[in-house]
């Protein structure tokens, strides 16, 4: 009875891995975009707070903007985050997502060929010092030199060679946490951040000491963060028009600035 038993199991094994075979020879493959749920659009991103972020109900305030951009337009959009940054860099160039949050030099040149870049926010650097540590206040002109003898606080991997020609000592930090506390503590004199990103950071992890933090005047870099499309996304056209579309709705109705006000804080 039991060599029946084996028998008509190994039979029916037998028949099942037939029909498996067939489906994988010729059903159709389970890539990314079959998960995407029909009629939405997929936008991933990394983590760069508070710009795009887990810390934030909505995300942050680039997805924000690009969700309020897209409901205008009247396209159901899904953002996924991804963490970290290379990983967002391969949901968009080899899983084929439609588009992904972050600026140009995420990409390689020959990644752009398949890209199309459109900014939707212009992050503006300002320098921070603490003023418990220069209570006379701590001024820039525009000019590199006139911050000559200070100590700047980088980011790891920061290319600090101009304000090393221009007599500023420089201390590297692993992010911008660290970098405040730096600050705060007089191990460096200043450090470059986005306006907005350098306040969250004070509001999130310095609350009770906001007060002694303060910007120079000026701005020494602008640089965009963007939405990112895939120009080999099979619906590329239909989604850059309607963000392009809903993107100019946004701004005209205010929505755009409110937003950033919004992330500006009190």
Same mark, same amino acid.
């Given at each position: 009875?039991?060599?029946? $038993?084996? *028998?008509?199991? /190994? #039979?029916?094994?037998?028949?099942?891995? $037939?029909?498996?075979? !067939?489906?994988?020879? !010729?059903?159709?493959?389970?890539?990314?975009?079959?998960?995407?749920?029909?009629?939405? !659009?997929?936008?991933?991103?990394?983590?760069?707070?508070?710009?795009?972020?887990?810390?934030?109900?909505? #995300?942050?305030?680039?997805?924000?903007?690009?969700?309020?951009?897209?409901?205008?337009?009247?396209?159901?959009?899904?953002?996924?985050?991804?963490? $970290?940054? &290379?990983?967002?860099?391969? &949901?968009? *160039?080899?899983?084929?997502?439609?588009? #992904?949050?972050?600026? @140009?030099?995420?990409?390689t040149k020959e990644q752009l060929k398949q890209l199309k870049v459109v900014p939707c926010y212009i992050m503006e650097g300002r320098y921070?010092?603490?003023?418990?540590?220069?209570?006379?206040?701590?001024?820039?002109?525009?000019?590199?030199?006139?911050?000559?003898?200070?100590?700047?606080?980088?980011?790891?991997? @920061?290319?600090?060679?101009?304000?090393?020609?221009?007599?500023?000592?420089? $201390?590297?930090?692993?992010?911008?946490?660290?970098?405040? !506390?730096?600050?705060?503590?007089?191990? *460096?004199?200043?450090?470059?951040?986005?306006?907005?990103?350098?306040?969250?950071?004070?509001?999130?992890?310095? /609350?009770?000491?906001?007060?002694?933090?303060?910007?120079?005047?000026? &701005?020494?870099?602008?640089?965009?963060? &963007?939405?990112?499309?895939?120009?080999?996304?099979?619906?590329? @056209? @239909?989604?850059?028009? /309607?963000?392009?579309?809903?993107?100019?709705?946004?701004?005209?109705?205010?929505?755009?600035?409110?937003?950033?006000?919004?992330?500006?804080?009190?």
């Amino acid at each position: 009875m039991k060599g029946k $038993v084996l *028998i008509a199991t /190994s #039979m029916l094994l037998a028949i099942l891995l $037939v029909f498996l075979n !067939t489906v994988w020879a !010729t059903g159709p493959r389970l890539t990314p975009q079959l998960f995407e749920a029909e009629g939405t !659009t997929k936008i991933v991103i990394y983590e760069y707070p508070p710009l795009t972020t887990f810390d934030i109900p909505d #995300m942050g305030l680039c997805p924000e903007i690009i969700q309020a951009a897209f409901l205008a337009a009247g396209v159901p959009v899904t953002v996924e985050n991804q963490v $970290v940054k &290379s990983l967002a860099v391969y &949901s968009l *160039i080899q899983d084929n997502s439609a588009a #992904m949050l972050g600026v @140009e030099s995420d990409f390689t040149k020959e990644q752009l060929k398949q890209l199309k870049v459109v900014p939707c926010y212009i992050m503006e650097g300002r320098y921070f010092y603490c003023r418990p540590n220069h209570k006379k206040g701590l001024g820039w002109d525009g000019q590199s030199d006139s911050l000559k003898g200070y100590t700047y606080g980088a980011l790891a991997g @920061e290319d600090t060679t101009a304000y090393e020609h221009a007599g500023i000592k420089t $201390v590297t930090g692993d992010d911008f946490v660290s970098l405040f !506390t730096m600050l705060r503590d007089g191990k *460096i004199d200043f450090l470059a951040v986005d306006d907005i990103r350098g306040e969250w950071f004070i509001r999130k992890h310095f /609350s009770e000491e906001k007060n002694n933090f303060a910007k120079m005047a000026g &701005s020494p870099w602008k640089t965009p963060f &963007s939405i990112i499309f895939n120009l080999k996304h099979p619906r590329y @056209e @239909e989604i850059f028009q /309607s963000f392009t579309k809903g993107f100019q709705i946004i701004k005209q109705s205010g929505k755009y600035s409110e937003l950033i006000e919004k992330y500006r804080g009190p």
